[in-house]
């Protein structure tokens, strides 16, 4: 069995597999293993992208976001996306999961379907409960002392607006004031290579092989017979009896459209010859955007964060932030620090905190084609960020709605006066304009594979590659429909699930 990709559910598989003895299991990837101290410790992570171990996308221009281009940071490294990430661990909301469950007409990927991989994941520092594990390899933690000051004024300026109080968006509601829980342990980050690949790699049915750049998959007729990789410069040939692509919601699509899989006039127009037609593939691209942000510049210093600077999200129903029941479609959060886009000039850090908004369930949907049969052609990434008038209103909403929260008597003590959008940024044509300049990725490509029992998706509800055999996919590609909140903690489940309830029976 051979896992293409060693990020966060590639991690999950390769130790969940490699748990069967009788299981030989190869993982392949393309980075080496993680050799910068910075990866570790959480206040570094927004200096992470850009280094050696980023594969540093770049969407095409965007012209709902005043023509901008935004980097989109992946980990190419022994643990993935999970090297590089913010490290906030948010289920989303239950209903999330029904689209999942309506999709492929199954229970499994319902959130009750889900919720014991939810559980098995983590070790939760709160201990175990009806909605909580305490058994698992992942560490998630709810800060409390180490929460900011600021952020702290922060949430009790979102009390005093109405907003109610929750403490834990992983248990059963998800709406309200919570501080993020996180991947964080003895004051360092956990990685999905952590938790789940290093306590596995001393067994003897488990083969890590880092440094092997995959360019498509080995086909004979519609059987995946392995992948085609280039290791130190050589082009070879890796067999399998099975594949599974765990290469992200980027890359997993990539692969298959040179392999000559996905909408064959575009990889017609790409010069690759089409082994299967599959309209799906790359298809579906979404992913969060954050207002970068109602800044507020500080009476006094701001002190640097002692977790990840982001340190609390609310979730909230626009139509009435004082409810407490139901889904949420809109998102705030706390940064201890000035956090702006390209387009603004940013404060000196320690003058200023930030209160960012988001759309939680954006209806935005763009793709990812290829221009060409080999690796290095350059992808188009487009997510059409903010191209329907539901999520430009909502991003409208969820800035008047941080704007309220920062304009709160708790936070009287930090706030000396609104640097951005500025006193003058009022009428909704002027905060429209301010969220085009001022939006940034929250992180969260997904659904370039989506899952699903009709014929537009890329994989049913067992993940299995539609119209090829011994293929499947299992990354934040296969996601349907984004959760509300950071996609992290659903991919691990995700990879949890298949490899106990869709593998081990196959495979025992
Ligand atoms: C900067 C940043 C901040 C984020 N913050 C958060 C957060 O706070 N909370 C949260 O929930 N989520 C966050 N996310 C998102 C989350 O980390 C990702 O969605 C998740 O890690 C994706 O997992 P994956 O397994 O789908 O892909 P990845 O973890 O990206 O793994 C894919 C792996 O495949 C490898 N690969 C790709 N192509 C090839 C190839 N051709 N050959 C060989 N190997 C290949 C890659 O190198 C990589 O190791 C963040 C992401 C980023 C980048």
């Known amino acids: 069995m051979l896992i293409v990709g060693a990020g966060s559910a590639g991690c999950v598989l390769a130790a969940r597999l490699s748990e069967n003895p009788y299981l030989k299991v190869g993982l392949i990837e393309a980075g080496g293993p993680v050799t910068d101290p910075d990866i570790a410790i959480p206040q570094k992570w927004p200096s992470l992208a850009g280094r050696g171990y980023d594969w540093a996308y770049r969407t095409s221009p965007q012209p709902h976001t005043a023509g901008r281009q935004h980097q989109w940071p992946r980990g190419r490294i022994i643990g993935g996306s999970s090297c590089l990430n913010a490290m906030a661990h948010v289920r989303g909301h239950q209903d999330d999961f029904l689209p999942w469950a309506e999709a492929t007409r199954s229970p499994r990927w ?46 009790a300026a979102a009390l005093q607006a109405g907003i109610p109080c929750l403490g834990d968006h992983n248990a059963a509601g998800m709406i309200g004031i919570a501080a993020n829980s996180l991947t964080i ?48 410069g050589h082009t070879t ?30 990889l017609a127009a790409s010069g690759i010859p089409c082994v299967v037609h599959h309209q799906g593939v790359g298809q579906n691209l979404h992913d969060h955007l ?25 979730y909230l129903r626009s139509a009435d932030i004082t409810r407490g029941d139901g889904a949420p479609d809109i998102v705030l959060g706390c940064v201890a620090a000035p956090s702006v886009s390209e387009c603004l000039e940013a404060p ?49 909403k969820a800035l008047e709605l941080a704007r309220f929260v920062g304009g709160q008597q708790a936070l009287a003590a930090w706030r000396a006066e609104e640097i951005y959008p500025g006193m003058d940024c009022r009428s909704h044509a002027d905060l429209a304009e301010f969220i ?49 909140g950071p996609i992290h903690a659903a991919v691990l489940a995700i990879a949890e699930v298949f490899a106990a309830e869709i593998a081990a029976p196959l495979f025992s």
């Open 436 to 484: 085009s300049r001022a939006v940034i990725t929250h992180h969260h490509p997904v659904g370039t594979c989506r899952m699903g029992a009709d014929d537009g998706n890329v994989v049913n509800a067992d993940l299995q590659l539609l119209g090829l055999e011994r293929a499947y996919i299992v990354d934040a590609s296969v996601i349907p429909q984004i959760t509300s």
């Open 110 to 155: 319902s959130y009750q379907g889900l919720l014991p991989a939810f559980k098995r994941c983590e070790r939760f520092a709160g201990g175990a409960s009806a909605y909580h594990g305490s058994e698992g390899p992942l560490p998630v933690m709810l800060p409390d002392e180490a929460l900011s000051p600021v952020v702290r004024a922060y949430m």
């Open 290 to 314: 954050l207002t970068a942000g109602n800044v507020y510049r500080s009476r006094h210093e701001v002190p640097l964060s002692r977790l990840q600077h982001s340190e609390s999200l609310t």
């Open 237 to 266: 040939m890796i067999a399998a009896g099975t594949t599974i692509l765990c290469a992200g919601a980027i890359a997993s699509p990539l692969l298959l459209m040179r392999s000559g899989i996905g909408p064959a006039t575009e």
């Open 348 to 396: 000196a850090h320690g003058s200023a905190y930030t209160i960012l908004s988001g759309v939680t369930q954006p209806t935005s949907r763009g793709r990812i084609k290829v221009t060409g049969p080999h690796i290095a052609d350059a992808p188009i990434i487009d997510p059409a960020y903010l191209s329907t008038e539901h999520d430009r209103a909502l991003a409208c």
């Open 185 to 232: 342990h003895a004051g360092r980050r956990v990685t999905a290579a952590d938790a789940y690949l290093t306590p596995s790699l001393g067994r003897p049915n488990l083969s890590v092989l880092p440094g092997a750049l995959v360019h498509r998959l080995s086909l004979s007729g519609k059987r995946v017979e392995g992948v085609v990789a280039e290791i130190d």
